[in-house]
């Protein structure tokens, strides 16, 4: 079975720093697209930033500049390193993995207070 499990979610201050991590089992996760959406409450998930089976990111324009997505194929794991947190920045972080189909993990909540 295919399962994604995240962490490094929490509560963390305006302009703070948090590091979320995936790691990924059940697919052959060097030839998996992997990314990370979040959904912030009363609105539907967005898309934060991918990453592309030959390493290749994309990051949304909300975040560029603050936030790196990254992936470790030895590990199974993709993280992303977020950086000057904004209040706006607080939702369920959700990581995704393309392989023939798309998989979700359970989510991770960040919290950032103003």
């Known amino acids: 079975q295919v399962q994604l499990v995240e962490s490094g979610g929490g509560l963390v201050q305006a302009g703070g720093s948090l590091r979320l991590s995936c790691t990924a089992s059940?697919?052959?996760?060097?030839?998996?697209?992997m990314g990370w959406y979040r959904q912030a409450p009363g609105k539907q998930r967005e898309l934060v930033a991918t990453?592309?089976?030959?390493?290749?990111?994309n990051h949304a324009e909300s975040v560029k500049g603050r936030f790196t997505i990254s992936r470790d194929n030895a590990k199974n794991e993709v993280y992303m390193q977020m950086n000057s947190l904004k209040p706006e920045d607080t939702a369920v972080y959700y990581c995704?993995?393309?392989?023939?189909?798309?998989?979700w993990g359970k989510g991770t909540l960040v919290t950032v207070s103003s």
């Open positions: 990453i592309a089976r030959d390493g290749s990111t």
């Open positions: 059940g697919i052959i996760f060097r030839l998996s697209d």
């Open positions: 995704n993995a393309k392989w023939r189909m798309n998989y």
